[in-house]
């Protein structure tokens, strides 16, 4: 078995599951956008991270705009509503993450993960 060195988040499993899935012609073309919501706001949705960073959270969902578009169309109507749902989040999630350009796989609809990060035992 071949072995090598990546950058992920995820676990081994689900970044070789990630990867076939880019690999694979994507009906419909942007997932967030047909995302089963799992709350609804007026200009946002919430939504499960189909491929979670699972290497270091518990739980990995995503905020995202219900309209399609990158960060710089976002209105300042959009910005306002986000600021109310980080509120209404807060206590829900441990940090709010946004990837880098060359690491965003969906950037034509932008989308924050919202992650609770597992906890582990530190010997002091």
């Known amino acids: 078995m071949n072995t090598f060195k990546i950058k992920t988040l995820r676990t081994t499993k689900t970044h070789i599951d990630y990867e076939r ?3 694979t012609p994507r009906f419909p073309a942007c997932y967030i956008c047909s995302a089963k919501p799992i709350k609804t ?3 946002w949705k919430l939504i ?3 491929f979670p960073y699972d290497e ?3 739980k990995n969902d995503m905020i995202v705009p219900l309209r399609h578009g990158t960060e710089d169309e976002l209105t300042k109507e959009d910005l306002r509503e986000f600021e109310e ?3 209404d989040i807060n206590d829900k999630y441990d940090m709010i993450l946004e990837n880098t350009h060359k690491q965003k796989s969906i950037p034509g609809h932008f989308h924050l ?3 609770q990060i597992k ?3 530190v010997r002091a």
């Open 113 to 115: 993960h919202l992650l």
């Open 56 to 58: 270091v959270a518990t």
């Open 85 to 87: 749902i980080k509120k």
């Open 41 to 43: 706001y007026t200009r």
């Open 48 to 50: 499960e991270n189909e």
């Open 21 to 23: 899935y880019q690999r």
């Open 119 to 121: 906890e582990r035992e």
